[in-house]
């Protein structure tokens, strides 16, 4: 089934036309990987799929239903805001830099979203909040501020938040980015744990040896526009564009 799908869609910011008509689609548990150069579009293109930004033409449907379509003049119409607030609940999102929030606990890192905006109860989201920081190795850290944490574990607890929520889709930019070499490890071991549990994920990466291994599908872009997609393996193994081939030596 596809969950997400993305037609023909475009996005400038003033003259710079940052997506070129862009297509995907992602099926449930699938794990798409999008690597390319940095300026590519690729957080952009992030950005468009999770209505964190508009695009000015194109159409996007989530389960069949749409997020946004084309009128009679090539424009972008959204849906309705209830609408779109309702399909961006199905949505995760990890940032490069974590962007929790500075003031609060751990814990209510977690929790507060699934109280205040999902409308749980507190005993509840306070009891998937230590479930889940079980499961990311951070029990000991409910009550901890995030200036106290690693950047590795800080990242944890803001794979854990976006979880709180039991998102459909699981969206990463370029999640290890901001991290040290020995601190990427234990993301990268988090996602691939939730690629076993068969979460759809999209990641934004420049890890190339672990596109290969955990994304099912890789997306190449290069100047807003997709290059070569294909199968991770073959994509990264045997890449056919000369701009895949270059890119992919540069990265070693
Ligand atoms: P990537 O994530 O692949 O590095 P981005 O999507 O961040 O690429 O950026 C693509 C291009 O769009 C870049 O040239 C960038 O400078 C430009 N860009 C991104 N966001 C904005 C914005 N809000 N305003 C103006 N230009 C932007
Ligand atoms: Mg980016």
Known sequence: MNLLEIKNIRKSFEELEVLKDISLTVKKGQVLAIIGPSGSGKSTLLRCATLLERVDSGSIYYKGEPMVVNNRNGQAVYSEPAQLKKIRSYFGLVFQNFNLFPHFSVL?????APIHVAGQRK??????ALDLLRQMGLEDKA????YQLSGGQQQRVSIARALALQPDVLFFDEPTSALDPELTGEILKVIRELAGKHMTMVIVTHEMDFAREVADHIIFMDGGVIVEQGKAFDLVNNPQQERTKLFLKRLG
Do not use: D, F, G, H
């Not at 209510?108 to 507060?112: D, L, S």
């Not at 009550?143 to 995030?146: C, G, H, I, S, T």
């Open 108 to 112: 209510r890192n977690i929790t507060e």
């Open 123 to 128: 005993e509840q989201a306070l009891e998937t």
């Open 143 to 146: 009550e901890a501020y995030p």
